[in-house]
């Protein structure tokens, strides 16, 4: 049986669809993926293999074809693990939702069947919007940066089970809410570093203030000597990547 | 050290370039999974080790380099001259376009990159040319070498450019607190206004991009500043480059203080700051 998911793939800032065609069929046991896919998405097979095994289901002893299309771009990545187990699933027959207009599935699989983070997920998000996707199952680690986006419904899933008993109707999942964060308010707090402990150096703080101003380049030239006023190291260690 | 507290008085950002920093985390794959959106603009400061291509991003399908991750934020480069030359130059032309486009066999891509570039040196490499504290020890030609490593182009792109004396030992002993990064962010948030405001038919928003073109519209000088800026080129023999640069940080400092034209004082000041091209 042929069964069809989309995905999508990035290239830079911009998405592309990407349909995930599997085809079970009569014949020697086989399992291969065609579509230009590079290494890290050939290495798929064995995953997939592994993690619908420890799923419980037994993979169907006939040959497995999976065609990657447009057949002609290069897909690189392990985001096409889930898209392609869920296409042989629904190959086998074992989930029985059939109708997958306008759904991506993003993820990769572990041998046990969970499903890891990938990167990209947010451009990936807007992108798909972009493209009429309105459905997004996407992995639990990375719910957070994909509920940024708003009239896409985020499906954040954990193990493989979990997708195909939310697909068959048999477990509920809760749905990621769009979080508004129209409202950004830089704060940068959780550090204690501030202007005002910096001891004279008067025309440096002026000449950094008009520089943040108008988005100037700055290049300070001075002597080497120890005037760094206490920093302690963790507030260095936050002050480079201080997040929300 | 002052670098290090840059970011407490960054301009707040807009949820636009919040998406956009984020997205190129995401593509970079530094993002943390307990992250939505990231809400501070980013401060990157990469060692002086590193090569041109983890600068300007790379790889077989290209990622984003330092500079993209530095986008809407601040690439700070401390001991500037330590940094392998090839590296240096990969920021000439992004600095320039605010994009920079990667290719490789697999895709050619392009990532934004508009950021400030926040650099820092010694003046030679025993440090205590000119400090006035210290004699130098250097000999004239490693000064000449040590400088050599800055290509002028590049030092053509660094509107503001300053040296730091050393701080007298009565500050150091004084308890007087300085003014608080969150009274300067509002000045510059307010002055970030001002600009976004007026450029807003022109798709640009800080007073560092404006074309030569736009230079002559908004930055004109009445007749006292023109005074003192043709002055200033004949006796302190400024190069025709730092012209432009002139007229755009005076624009700052007079949208700063929330002035519709520029005064001699704002002329003045950054006449300042044009330190190196003496």
Not at chain 1, 205 to 212: G, M, T, V, Y
Not at chain 2, 259 to 272: F, L, P
């Amino acid at each position: 049986m042929l069964s069809i998911v989309q995905t999508i793939s990035l290239m830079g800032l911009y998405g592309n669809l990407v349909e995930v065609q599997t085809d079970i069929s009569n014949g020697l046991p086989n399992f291969e993926i065609v579509g230009m896919p590079d290494v890290s998405v050939k290495e798929a097979k064995e995953r997939i293999r592994t993690a619908i095994k420890n799923t419980n289901i037994k993979l169907a002893s006939k040959k497995i074809l999976i065609n990657l299309a447009p057949a002609d771009t290069r897909k690189e990545g392990s985001s096409y693990d889930l898209p392609m187990a869920i296409g042989i699933l629904i190959a086998m027959g074992v989930i029985t939702q059939t109708q997958m207009q306008q759904t991506i599935f993003i993820g990769e699989l572990a041998l046990d069947g969970k499903i890891n983070k990938v990167t990209g997920i947010l451009p990936m998000c807007i992108e798909a919007k972009k493209l009429g996707i309105k459905i997004a199952y996407i992995p639990k680690q990375n719910e957070k940066e994909a509920s940024i986006v708003e009239g896409l419904t985020i499906v954040p899933v954990e193990t493989l089970q979990e997708v195909m008993m939310y697909l068959n109707g048999e477990k509920k999942i809760q749905v990621q809410p769009y979080t508004n964060q129209l409202l950004v308010q830089s704060e940068i707090d959780g550090n204690n570093l501030d202007f005002a402990d910096v001891k004279g150096q008067e025309d440096v703080k002026r000449a950094l203030e008009i520089a943040a101003a108008g988005g100037h380049n700055c290049l300070l030239v001075g002597i080497p000597r120890d005037w760094k006023n206490n920093d302690s190291k963790k507030n260095s260690y936050h002050i480079t990547r201080s997040y929300i | 050290m002052i670098a290090r507290r840059i970011p407490t008085i960054l301009p707040d950002l807009t949820f636009e370039e919040a998406l956009e920093i984020t997205k190129l985390h995401s593509i970079a794959g530094c993002l943390k999974s307990e992250t939505g959106l990231i809400k501070t603009r980013p401060f990157r400061t990469p060692h002086h080790t590193i090569s041109a291509i983890s600068m300007a991003g790379g790889g077989r399908v290209p990622k984003p380099g330092e500079i993209s991750l530095a986008h809407y934020g601040v690439l700070y480069l401390d001991e500037l001259p330590e940094f392998k030359r090839e590296t240096l130059e990969v920021l000439r032309g992004p600095l320039e376009e605010k994009q920079v486009t990667i290719s490789r066999v697999w895709a050619s891509l392009t990532y934004p990159c508009h950021f400030m570039l926040i650099a820092s040196m010694n003046p030679c490499p025993c440090g205590y040319y000119g400090s006035g504290i210290k004699e130098c020890t250097c000999t004239p030609n490693a000064i000449q070498r040590y400088l050599a490593k800055i290509s002028g182009p590049l030092l053509d792109r660094i509107d503001i450019q300053i040296q730091v004396k050393p701080v007298e030992y009565q500050k150091l002993g004084n308890n007087e607190i300085g003014e608080k990064s969150k009274d300067i962010r509002q000045r510059v948030n307010q002055a970030r206004r001002i600009q976004q405001e007026r450029y807003k038919p022109y798709s640009i928003m800080e007073n560092s991009e404006l074309t030569p073109r736009l230079i002559q519209m908004y930055c004109k000088l009445d007749n006292q500043g023109k005074n003192l800026l043709e002055k200033a080129f004949t006796t302190l023999g400024l190069s025709a480059r730092a012209y432009t640069r002139i007229l755009k940080v005076a624009r700052t400092i007079a949208d700063l203080e929330g002035k519709e034209s520029i005064e001699v004082k704002h002329v003045a000041e950054a006449i300042q700051y044009r330190n190196r091209d003496k």
